[in-house]
């Protein structure tokens, strides 16, 4: 298991980033830089720590056996995994996943197709009820008041299937948390509120969206977007299966590109991380002691970030949960941050 990896010309790369349309067909150009054994040299590090620890009982459960990472810098890439996990292993970004649901609410407002501060109810058939007044800036920030579906009863966990549209009935039959807009809170029923908003919109379903507007355009032929998954909705909130390689592809050509081509529009997100690190469709994680923030989403397994001034996309994903009492989430952004150093 595990490989090395390797810097090279990357097959999915952008050409002019994103526009009103969608994304672009990807082009590979660039040099190799000559890091790449470094990069695998700290993924080896990163399991072998990860291994000393499961000689203290308490640390075993908490340990990850399996890594792997891609980095793109400028036009070069890199993916390496070391461990019980291969370069090309499939995963459920989970949460990660949002990150490119964020990426089609952009889209749709450059095509004046949505509007941030609108209320969703505009584009939505069903009724919101006393949430009526909710935007889609509300829904992207984690501001609606909205209760995530994820703590009510049977609908995060077990194998019986769960559709977004009855995680998200069930999560509008509570009553708000707040006013909209009062308080940050995050949840996932938002995402899932703006996969509706962007199906009705746009008339076809949000898996068949993404396809369209992003994989194919990207060239992502080992990634899909899946509606409903055991115990658990999927769609805009958590349902995309890629592998690291795949998925750095996408946030390089979102927020990568942006950088450049939007430097505005990136200064606006940055902006909009509050003190809890919760922003307008995005995270924001410190990078390392006093630095500026890292923009992106995290999964409960899976990093996915880019550091605007370092201008690094980085994907890493390991075969344990980032969160909770056994979360090793960490080790893993510590990591994120050797990679990204190593290859700026």
């Known amino acids: 298991m595990g490989g090395m990896g390797g810097w090279g010309r990357p097959s999915r790369r952008h050409l002019m980033a994103w526009d009103r349309n969608g994304f672009v067909a990807p082009r590979a150009t660039g040099a190799a830089l000559g890091c790449s054994d470094a990069l695998d040299r700290e993924l080896a590090a990163f399991i072998a720590e990860q291994t000393e620890q499961t000689e203290q009982a308490e640390q075993a459960a908490r340990s990850a056996t399996g890594v792997v990472a891609s980095v793109i810098l400028d036009d070069r890439q890199w993916v390496g995994a070391a461990g019980e996990l291969d370069a090309d292993d499939e995963f459920w970004a989970w949460s990660a996943s949002k990150l490119m649901t964020t990426a089609l609410v952009h889209i749709a407002v450059l095509d004046r197709t949505l509007h941030l501060d609108q209320p969703a109810q505009r584009y939505l058939t069903r009724s919101l009820g006393p949430f009526a007044t909710v935007t889609i800036r509300h829904l992207l920030a984690h501001r609606s008041g909205i209760v995530d579906y994820r703590s009510l009863p049977g609908l995060c966990g077990g194998e019986t ?18 006013a909209p807009g009062v308080d940050t809170m995050y949840g996932s029923t938002n995402g899932l509120l703006l996969g509706e ?5 746009y008339g076809e379903s949000f898996e068949a969206l993404t396809e369209r507007l992003v994989l194919r355009p990207l060239g992502m032929d080992r990634s899909s977007m899946h509606h409903t998954l055991p115990g658990r909705p999927g769609g805009s909130t958590g349902g995309l299966l890629t592998t690291a390689g795949e998925f750095v592809v996408f946030v390089d050509a979102w927020l990568g590109s942006a950088t450049v081509e939007r430097p505005r529009f990136v200064a606006h997100l940055r902006r909009s991380i509050g003190p809890d690190g919760v922003g307008e469709g995005v995270l924001g994680f410190p990078r390392g002691a006093g630095g500026p923030d890292w923009i992106g989403y ?18 890493v994903h390991t075969d344990r949960p980032l969160h909770g009492r056994r979360g090793i989430g960490g080790a893993v952004h510590a990591l994120a941050d050797r990679l990204a150093a190593l290859a700026a």
Not at 163 to 169: D, F, I, K, Q, S
Not at 298 to 315: E, K, M, N, W, Y
């Open 298 to 315: 995290h999964g409960a397994h899976t990093l996915a970030l880019f550091d605007p001034d370092r201008r690094v996309s980085v994907v």
């Open 197 to 201: 908003a962007l199906e009705e919109t």
């Open 161 to 178: 299937p769960v559709t977004p549209e009855l995680a998200v009935a069930a999560a509008l039959a509570r009553p708000p948390l707040h």
